[in-house]
Structure formats: C-alpha cells, structure tokens
C-alpha cells in the first residue's frame, strides 16, 4: 500500500511539474515575461511551485474533516497575501512617444499581469486541492482493501484451525457436564474459555463491535490466566471508562495482553504484570507493561512481528488517529502503550 502511495504522489508530481506548470506558461502570458521580465517570471514561477508543494504536504481533507479551520485560514491568507505582494512588483514603464499613451498602456500592462498572476494562483491552487483530495481518496481506497485483506486472511486462518463451531461448543457442554461438582476451578476455566471462543468466532464477520464486549474478552482471558498460573505471576487490571457502547475493532487490544502473558508471566520466578484501559471523552489509552521472562533473543523475533501487524491494521483504521508506542527497558521490562481517537 506504502509503494502504491508514494508511485501515485511521484506521478502527480511529475504531471504538475512537467505537463501542467509548462502549458500554464505557454499558454498564458508568462512566456512573455520570460524575455522582458526574466527575474519576476523566475520568481512568479518558482512561487507557484512552492504553493503546489506547500498545499501537497498539507492534509487538506483531514484539516476539513477535523474542523481545524485556524490552520486552513492561517495558510490561505498568508499564500494569498505572498501572491498580492508579487502584484506589487515594479515594472519597467511602457516607452511611447507620446506621454499620455506610456501611462496608459503601463496601467494595462500591469493590470494585465496582475490578472494573469492571480489566474496562474487560483489554477495551482485548485489543482493542488483537488491533487490532496484524490490522493485522500486513493489513500482510503487502498486503506479499505488492505483491512479486507487483513481480514479475509484471519477468516482463513481460524477456517483452517477451526472445526465445525456446533459440534466443538456441544463439545465442550459435554466436557463441562462431565466437571460438574469436580472442582469449582475447573468449571470456572471451562465457563470462560467457551466464552473466548465464542467471542473469537462471533467477531471474525464483525468490523466493529462495543467495548463493552472487548473488556468482557479481556476479562475472561485474564482470569482464566489467573487460574493457570501460581502466586509467582502478580496481575494487576485497572479499567476505567466512561463509554461501554463505543465502537471499536476486534481482537486489537488483545494482542498486546496475550503477548504481555506470553513473554512475562512465569509458574517459578516472581513477576509483574500491568494493563490498564481507559476512555475519556473519545480518547481510548491502553497500556501493559511485564518483565520479559522469556530469553531475551526470542523475545524481540517474535513479539515485533504481532505489534507490527497491529500498527498496520491501526494505520489503515485510523489513519493519523492513533499512537503506538514500545518501550523496552535497561531493565528488561517491556511497556506498550496505545491511544485512539475515537471522536
């Protein structure tokens, strides 16, 4: 997606510089003003480039969409203060034998380039906008095929692991009648761990679901973690949020505790793990934090491999709209943290 980005940047780039600025100067009266006035047509030509490039690196639509409206106002009045400055320019006067016509033909010279100068700034402008309008639209067109891809290739996945879903749940029914009154432990594991399978194929079709039912997931996971581990492994769940029926992606979040349990618990040694999850106003936070147990080699193959296929999916759901940071320490501790704007 990355690569067709950047060839769809290179070939309107090349268009404007090579086809579009060119046939702005020749079919208009800048080619003139290449042999009368040479240093204004440098600069004349050289300021619609830089407006071009200046409007390209802007986000324009998500400026808009943002409602950042300082910041376009900001911009728009000082490239249209620069473009009235260059109307300012001093020209040679028109020489004619008689005074009267030098003045007048002087006043329509200029009147003429001021109006060509403000014609070649409203075309470079709206080519410009129009540019960061379709590159946002391209942007999101390939950024819908890519989570569509991303899931079509989960469903594969679990297609591939999965046995029929009626008979693995009538499955575990049975197993369950059969711990019934056996110990309380047991039929706790069996209760959540049919309800993480059950939440993991329900959300495979799903796009979006409620919070509440992420941290319902997490929950379950956690304390099913909670039994299978001894008193060496200390966990420590902190949730606070204002909003349970907010919309958020699946199995995102649980990436980042499976991990933390996968490379930071452990059944002999003493260790530490903390997630916390909060939303105020809009702004989902969510961080873990765990000492890596595990070698420290292993540890940094394998788990950049899963956060970097969750910051790829994060890029294509929402796009500058979130941060995600890793940190691991000098002493071996291992801290992620996440924020989305969910406005």
Not at 15 to 27: A, N
Not at 48 to 62: D, G, Q, R, S, T
Request: net charge neutral.
């Amino acid at each position: 997606m990355n690569i067709l980005s950047k060839k769809t940047n290179q070939i309107f780039d090349l268009f404007f510089c090579v086809v579009f600025m060119p046939m702005l100067i020749v079919l208009g009266p800048a080619h003139y003003w290449m042999k009368e006035m040479p240093l204004f047509f440098i600069i004349v030509c050289g300021y619609c480039y830089l407006v071009y490039f200046i409007i390209k690196m802007l986000p324009i639509p998500m400026l808009l969409l943002s409602r950042q409206y300082g910041r376009l106002a900001l911009l728009s009045g000082s490239l249209i203060t620069v473009n009235y400055i260059l109307t300012l320019y001093p020209h040679p006067d028109v020489n004619f034998v008689i005074a009267s016509l030098s003045a007048l033909q002087t006043k329509v010279r200029d009147y003429n380039i001021t109006l060509s100068l403000w014609l070649m700034f409203s075309l470079v402008v709206t080519y410009s906008v129009t540019v960061s309008f379709v590159k946002e639209l391209y942007g999101q067109l390939l950024a819908k095929k890519e989570i569509e891809n991303q899931r079509d290739k989960a469903k594969l996945a679990v297609f591939k692991a999965q046995i029929s879903p009626h008979f693995l749940f009538n499955t575990l029914n049975s197993l369950y009648s059969l711990v019934v009154g056996t110990s309380q432990k047991a039929e706790d594991a069996f209760i959540k761990f049919t309800e993480i399978l059950k939440y993991s194929y329900t959300t495979i079709d799903n796009e979006w679901v409620s919070l509440a039912d992420e941290i319902a997931y997490l929950r379950n996971y956690i304390d099913l973690q909670e039994i299978r581990l001894n008193s060496h492994t200390r966990i420590i769940w902190h949730c606070d949020v204002d909003e349970m029926d907010t919309r958020i992606p699946p199995m995102i979040l649980p990436t980042f505790v499976e991990n933390a349990f996968k490379y930071g618990s452990s059944t002999s040694h003493d260790c530490e793990i903390r997630i916390s999850l909060s939303l105020k106003n809009g702004c989902l936070e969510f961080e873990t934090r765990n000492k890596v147990m595990k070698h420290p080699t292993q540890f940094r193959t394998e788990v950049p491999v899963g956060i970097e296929n969750c910051r790829a999916r994060l890029e294509a759901l929402f796009p500058k709209k979130y941060t995600l940071k890793t940190e691991e320490q000098e002493t071996q501790h291992f801290n992620v943290s996440l924020k989305i704007s969910l406005d």
